[in-house]
């Protein structure tokens, strides 16, 4: 697999500036300068056909009188002239460009003509944009600062990417002075072309990056995002600032669920199943970049806390208190540790209150204590100056303690003159400090948030979650025939057949359309029953007068089937009425009244929530929301979002709910989302869950057509583990073995397979003397999403335990249409069938991807696989760049 294809971008060799100027201030003459004066490692040409020199360089009229090749154009001309420079760079093979120039989709119909003349040129001509309107691209590290930003940037390992061009020269401004450095600096504009996706891609594999930091303000294209956010989570911390909150759902939403659940709840979902950290603000951002950067391994979220005033460990507990964090409980043997070392006044609990004089012994004892503690995941350190107190001794304590431990160890100095020397301490050591105890305490929140959301980030369920699989047909023969008759909003038989098609529990319903009707149907089903108007229009039944409970007689049941068909047509005449739907009255005296919730975010496709329901469900607004497919951990996380979790255990004179049935409620609704792309919206309101079970008392779905692709998942942001591509396979000497994509837990049994290898074979797959796979190549290996490359393994089970056999993989390009493969097996397997047997299972799976093109590179002495590429009619031909290796190539 090659170089990355916006190397170019990132790592030129040669660099063209079109508008090249002299003219002071403009933006030409700034990015020019920019260029000369950062050091650009390449060759630098200056395109101004108007000018034979430009700042003392000599300058070129057009890209046909240099006779050398140029990898990156950057671009700060009128917008009318963009298209054909575009056009001219395409002839020169030109592979990317940076159009800094604004006047595009952002002025009107005109500069959106322009924007897609550029666009069809560089994609006739194979070339990547950033832009256009944007700062430009820095990589301070080989000298490119192809910015109109006036200044450079420090060499660092902080990749920064940008949507906001303003906000990249503030920040620019701000790293200088607080010496904050950074490997990539990426302003996107309007990200006509290259988006957040191929950028984060790049960073993952980037070694000169540590961190990645995002500046966001929307998301074009959730897929992507996703699948990039998730492969660089895996390896680097990511922290982000989202801006943009908007007004939650569409009026037009016909469920509770669309109208409660707004973008910003899908894109948070979104970010902690990605296993990304985010902030509220750019301080936040760099600080908490600062704090992951530092070695620590987040834990969890109890805080403890060693102050030398009580004041501020009151403010800092206080304000863990506002953002959901835990204040450790100190062991018996930590609390007499620290009666041995600390006078008797000390506050014997946490906050660890160790007293106004306190010397650096103090802090040391204290600390290292509670950094001991099991019960303890962090610990914030507070200095106060008081006449006793020396804070620099105190913080190179807090400095030697925390290079022994990898929990996180924040300090809060405070004060001004007499803690400046601290803060330089702190600051050569690179540990993070503050100069109050609330920045302090977010930033542990923040970290607590990235081991949580790592956790989310490792899940990789399944579509289906139960061993009793769903009729699905059935679920879509529902759907279509509704669709058929024009109708997008289930009635409530179908909604709850639908439910019932996914094992879901609900109360048995009947339709009454007369007096007499719901007579019989009350006297069958048994009194007490409950009445609700069946109306495809009317989500809210209580307001519009369309429901009656408790009727525990036929004059009742009579009287409230006039009263609510005479009341819905006075309050919703618009209102069709088909019905009233009867069902046993559901006494439940343990029972709790939730809302399981689908709708449909414009960006990240479905989501599901759950919370409080009953009537009150958009009053209380008390739900937690995550992305689809889930397991059980992700379901738990998802009901422990919520303030109504707390009532699911013993609560008051209640026992505690069957968390079993609620489980499998939620994972049900899952599966429905996975199957179902049709499926818009959906309300179960309420559902009524006790220590028996859960029931499904009401359920609205709305439904829309759906275009057949051959990703049967591209309805969602995050891609299922494809458990359909699951194979018991034999091999010609009549082993049996399981081909199956590889998932996260088999990390172990991959990196036993590579050491396991013999030194041929290893060299033969990765092209270098390679003894086993680091954290994070092992880490990409097995963490992969599936809806852009794919992993197949083979193994058998050994005493209870799986052994790899062979691994084939493929990554699709970027073109959607070709992808790069590679095979290994194991030693002992070789001449049994199981390369071929891979290879072929891996190329049909490719095919029902619509890919057109699998191809790979085989050194010219690995003479096994050359012969297993053409039995299995593949090209070969010698690589046009080096007559050691070979191209492999088929035509899908």
Same mark, same amino acid.
């Given at each position: 697999m090659g170089q990355h294809y916006l190397k170019s971008l990132f790592a030129p060799k040669s660099v063209a500036v079109f508008g090249a100027s002299d003219r002071v201030n403009s933006v030409g003459q700034i990015v020019f300068q920019n260029m000369l004066e950062s050091g650009f490692q390449g060759t630098l040409f200056a395109i101004n056909p108007k000018r034979a020199n430009v700042q003392g360089c000599q300058a070129y009229p057009s890209l046909s009188v240099i006779n050398e090749p140029i990898e990156l154009a950057v671009i700060a001309t009128p917008p009318g002239t963009v298209p054909n420079i575009i056009d001219d760079c395409g002839k020169h093979n030109v592979k990317a460009a940076v159009i800094i120039t604004a006047g595009f989709s952002e002025t009107g119909e005109v500069g959106k003509a322009l924007e897609r003349a550029v666009l069809e040129s560089?994609?006739?001509?194979?070339?990547?944009?950033?832009?256009?309107?944007?700062?430009?691209?820095?990589?301070?590290?080989?000298?490119?600062?192809?910015?109109?930003?006036?200044?450079?940037?420090?060499?660092?390992?902080?990749?920064?990417?940008?949507?906001?061009?303003?906000?990249?020269?503030?920040?620019?401004?701000?790293?200088?002075?607080?010496?904050?450095?950074?490997?990539?600096?990426?302003?996107?504009?309007?990200?006509?072309?290259?988006?957040?996706?191929?950028?984060?891609?790049?960073?993952?594999?980037?070694?000169?990056?540590?961190?990645?930091?995002?500046?966001?303000?929307?998301?074009?294209?959730?897929?992507s995002f996703m699948s990039s956010l998730r492969a660089a989570a895996r390896i680097k911390p990511v922290i982000l600032v989202k801006v943009g909150r908007h007004e939650a759902g569409s009026k037009a939403a016909m469920s509770h669920t669309a109208a409660m659940a707004g973008s910003d709840d899908a894109f948070d979902a979104a970010i902690r199943r990605a296993g990304v950290v985010r902030v509220q603000s750019v301080t936040q951002l760099f600080s908490a970049a600062k704090a992951l950067s530092c070695g620590f391994h987040p834990i969890g979220n109890r805080l403890a806390i060693v102050t030398n005033g009580g004041?501020?460990?009151?403010?800092?507990?206080?304000?863990?208190?506002?953002?959901?964090?835990?204040?450790?409980?100190?062991?018996?043997?930590?609390?007499?540790? $620290?009666?041995?070392?600390?006078?008797?006044?000390?506050?014997?609990?946490?906050?660890?209150?160790?007293?106004?004089?306190?010397?650096?012994?103090?802090?040391?004892?204290?600390?290292?204590?509670?950094?001991?503690?099991?019960?303890?995941?962090?610990?914030?350190?507070?200095?106060?100056?008081?006449a006793m107190t020396k804070p620099l001794e105190a913080a190179n304590a807090v400095i030697e303690i925390s290079n022994q431990?990898?929990?996180?160890?924040?300090?809060?100095? @405070?004060?001004?003159?007499?803690?400046?020397?601290?803060?330089?301490?702190?600051?050569?050591?690179?540990?993070?400090?503050?100069?109050?105890?609330?920045p302090a305490v977010e930033i542990f929140s923040f970290l607590s948030a990235y081991y949580q959301n790592q956790k989310l980030l490792m899940q990789m369920p399944g579509p289906l979650s139960h061993h009793l699989e769903p009729d699905v047909e059935g679920a879509r023969l529902i759907i279509e025939g509704a669709l058929q008759e024009r109708r997008k909003v289930l009635s409530e038989m179908e909604s709850k057949a639908l439910l019932s098609a996914f094992h879901i529990p609900v109360a048995q319903t009947l339709v009454a359309h007369s007096p007499n009707e719901a007579l019989l149907i009350a006297q069958q089903l048994g009194y007490p029953v409950a009445m609700k108007v069946n109306s495809p229009d009317i989500t809210h039944k209580t307001d519009a007068g369309g429901i009656r409970l408790n009727l525990a007689n036929a004059q009742a049941v009579r009287g409230a089937y006039h009263d609510i068909i005479e009341k819905v047509k006075r309050n919703r005449p618009d209102a069709t009425i088909e019905g009233i739907s009867i069902e046993p009255m559901i006494v439940k005296p343990n029972g709790r009244e939730l809302m399981v919730g689908v709708a449909k975010d414009p960006i990240f496709g479905?989501?599901?929530?759950?919370?409080?329901?009953?009537?009150?469900?958009?009053?209380?607004?008390d739900r937690s929301v995550t992305l689809p497919p889930l397991n059980t951990f992700l379901v738990k996380d998802l009901i422990q979002g919520t303030r109504?979790?707390?009532? $699911?255990?013993?609560?008051?004179?209640?026992?505690?709910?069957?968390?079993?049935?609620?489980?499998?409620?939620?994972?049900?609704?899952?599966?429905?989302?996975?199957? $179902?792309? @049709?499926l818009m919206e959906m309300d179960i309101n309420p559902l009524i869950v006790d220590e028996h079970g859960a029931l499904a008392a009401d359920a609205r779905v709305v439904v829309d057509f759906h275009?057949?692709?051959?990703?049967? !998942?591209?309805?969602?942001?995050? !891609?299922? !583990?494809?458990?359909?591509?699951?194979?018991?396979?034999? $091999?010609?000497?009549?082993?049996?073995?399981?081909?199956?994509?590889?998932?996260?837990?088999?990390?172990?049994?991959?990196?036993?397979?590579?050491?396991?290898?013999?030194?041929?074979?290893?060299?033969?797959?990765?092209?270098?003397?390679?003894?086993?796979l680091s954290q994070s190549t092992l880490a990409r290996f097995t963490q992969i999403d599936y809806s852009r490359e794919m992993a197949l393994i083979a193994v058998i089970e050994e005493q209870g335990k799986e052994i790899e056999l062979g691994v084939t993989r493929y990554i699709i390009n970027p073109d959607g249409e070709s992808c790069d493969f590679a095979l290994v097996v194991a030693d002992g397997m070789r001449g049994k069938g199981l390369g071929r047997t891979l290879m072929i299972a891996l190329m049909d799976i490719a095919r029902s991807k619509g890919l057109k093109i699998m191809e790979g590179v085989v050194l010219n002495n690995n003479h096994a696989m050359l012969k297993l590429m053409e039995r299995l009619n593949f090209t070969v031909t010698t690589h046009p760049e080096d007559s050691n290796l070979k191209i492999v190539r088929m035509l899908l």
């Open positions: 560089a994609k006739r001509h194979n070339i990547r944009l950033i832009g256009p309107n944007c700062l430009g691209v820095l990589r301070p590290e080989i000298g490119l600062n192809a910015t109109f930003n006036k200044g450079s940037a420090n060499t660092g390992n902080l990749a920064f990417v940008s949507q906001s061009g303003a906000l990249c020269t503030a920040i620019l401004d701000w790293a200088k002075t607080n010496n904050v450095g950074f490997s990539s600096v990426v302003s996107m504009g309007s990200s006509a072309d290259v988006d957040f996706g191929e950028i984060i891609d790049y960073l993952v594999s980037d070694a000169l990056t540590q961190s990645i930091l995002l500046y966001i303000e929307g998301i074009r294209n959730a897929r004041g501020p460990g009151v403010m800092a507990t206080d304000c863990a208190a506002d953002l959901g964090l835990v204040m450790a409980t100190l062991s018996q043997g930590t609390i007499e540790k $620290l009666n041995e070392v600390l006078p008797p006044t000390w506050s014997h609990g946490n906050p660890v209150d160790i007293i106004g004089d306190a010397q650096a012994d103090r802090y040391r004892h204290a600390v290292k204590a509670c950094m001991e503690e099991p019960n303890v995941d962090g610990v914030l350190t507070i200095l106060t100056p008081q431990y990898s929990k996180p160890l924040l300090a809060c100095w @405070m004060g001004g003159a007499q803690v400046e020397a601290s803060r330089a301490a702190f600051n050569e050591a690179r540990k993070p400090n503050f100069r109050t105890p609330e479905p989501i599901i929530s759950f919370g409080a329901g009953g009537i009150a469900v958009e009053i209380l607004k109504i979790a707390k009532m $699911l255990d013993t609560f008051r004179h209640m026992p505690p709910v069957n968390q079993e049935a609620l489980e499998s409620v939620l994972l049900r609704v899952s599966e429905m989302v996975c199957e $179902l792309p @049709m275009s057949p692709q051959s990703d049967r !998942y591209a309805h969602m942001a995050i !891609y299922p !583990y494809p458990a359909h591509l699951v194979m018991n396979l034999q $091999l010609t000497d009549g082993t049996n073995v399981v081909v199956r994509p590889i998932r996260p837990e088999d990390a172990e049994i991959e990196q036993d397979f590579i050491r396991n290898l013999s030194e041929e074979p290893r060299y033969f797959r990765f092209m270098s003397s390679v003894q086993e």
